[in-house]
């Protein structure tokens, strides 16, 4: 078992920016593939952003390409999310999660955090 903790979100305005992360309990806990995923108010849980523990792949949804960037530090066990030009359509509650497969579908995940609120005003 391992347990995920996320940290880093808060009230932010349009524009702003934030970084999210993600702490793992322990590492090599054989889910390669680590992905953040958030749901706003009223809407189902959607991908956001996800990485292998190297590093060298990463996979974005589109709605937050060019301006969210997902990377890891292995030496922490901990994966982060650099968030920039925030906009209201981006508050929600963000979640991290492990998986071993490369997926965007919510369910092929393992594990998951408590999730971190992030309101970004307008």
């Known amino acids: 078992q391992v347990q995920l903790v996320e940290s880093g979100g808060g009230l932010v305005q349009a524009g702003g920016s934030l970084r999210l992360s993600c702490a793992a309990s322990?590492?090599?806990?054989?889910?390669?593939?680590m992905g953040w995923f958030r749901r706003a108010p009223g809407k189902e849980r959607e991908f956001v952003a996800a990485?292998?523990?190297?590093?060298?792949?990463?996979r974005y949804a589109d709605s937050v390409k060019g301006r969210f960037t997902i990377s890891t530090d292995n030496a922490k066990n901990t994966v982060y999310l650099q968030m920039s030009s925030l906009k209201p359509e981006d508050t929600a509650v963000y979640y991290c999660?492990?998986?071993?497969?490369?997926?965007?579908?919510?369910?092929?995940?393992?594990?998951w955090g408590q999730g971190t609120q992030v309101t970004v005003s307008s």
């Open positions: 999660a492990a998986s071993l497969l490369w997926e965007t579908d919510s369910r092929q995940y393992d594990y």
């Open positions: 322990r590492s090599s806990f054989g889910s390669p593939i």
């Open positions: 990485i292998n523990w190297s590093g060298r792949s990463t």
